[in-house]
């Protein structure tokens, strides 16, 4: 295990990548955080390590890309439409967390999940299944790597409920692989000014936590709107004394801002122990 706690990569073709990530001046966070594969995967490591850079050079409270984030599945109230192109570490103005943004009460995926495990019907009665993948089976789509309806009614009954009963008896739980790696953890943008909008990656386990009323899930953030990243700034402004302005009390709270105040309190901690 390395200094910093996370676990060396151990197989060839681990070994191989991360050195190659090196390369392109990845940071070690970022290699053991994120699941890319092959020549396109090591572009787009590439460019977010490039961005994250630039952003580091632009602003003086760029969060760790690796940062997970624990937040209320409840304040989730919607969801970004088509995330792929905001990248990892974009920290991006203009109106795609307006324009782009549907409340979840309005996504048939969310809907469904309610409609199996609270109303108790079958998933090829829910609404997902009804509208949105019939229209995508018709086209000749494959989804999750089912041809019809029914053997995708029958993943989902393997799949997904047994996810559900797992969350129901444990919890959201963080795992890791062989070589460290945190599994995938759900995708949040945050809006310009704070919302926690979801991205394309972890829906269904998002909408069964609010089905069990989970208090917190752990999430990454994929992406900040400009105006948002302004307000880390400010915070971390004012915590050293650089801003005069005194912190937003509504703020404390923000699962976004955790890292900056808890660095704080870590300082606070340390210089009373050495006033002490």
Known sequence: ???????????????????????????????????????????????????????????????????????????????????????????????????????????????????????????????????????????????????NPEDLAQKYSKEIDALFEAMRKDGFVMTRDDNGHLHSLPHLHIGRTGELILGNNGNHRVAIAKVLDIERIPCWVRSRHSLWQEVRENVARSITGKQEAPLDARLTDHPDLADILRSDAKANTALGSADS
């Not at 952003?55 to 003086?60: G, H, I, M, P, V």
């Not at 549907?102 to 309610?114: G, M, P, Q, Y």
């Not at 009665?125 to 989804?143: L, N, P, Q, S, V």
């Open 1 to 147: 295990m390395e200094p910093n706690g996370h676990v060396r990569p151990t197989s060839l073709h681990s070994r191989l990548r991360y050195f190659l990530y090196q390369l392109a001046g990845v940071r070690r966070e970022l290699v053991l955080s994120q699941h890319y594969n092959g020549l396109h995967g090591f572009w787009i490591i590439r460019r977010e390590a490039a961005l994250l850079r630039r952003n580091r050079r632009r602003f003086s409270a760029v969060a760790d890309p690796a940062k997970v984030v624990w937040v209320r599945p409840q304040s989730i109230t919607s969801k970004l439409n088509y995330d792929l192109d905001l990248i990892f570490n974009d920290i991006r103005p203009g109106d795609w967390d307006i324009e782009r943004r549907a409340d979840l009460e309005n996504v048939a995926k969310h809907r469904s999940i309610a409609q199996r495990f609270v109303q108790g019907l079958e998933w090829k009665d829910t609404e997902i299944f009804r509208r949105h993948y019939a229209r995508r089976f018709g086209k000749g789509d494959t989804i999750r790597g089912a041809l």
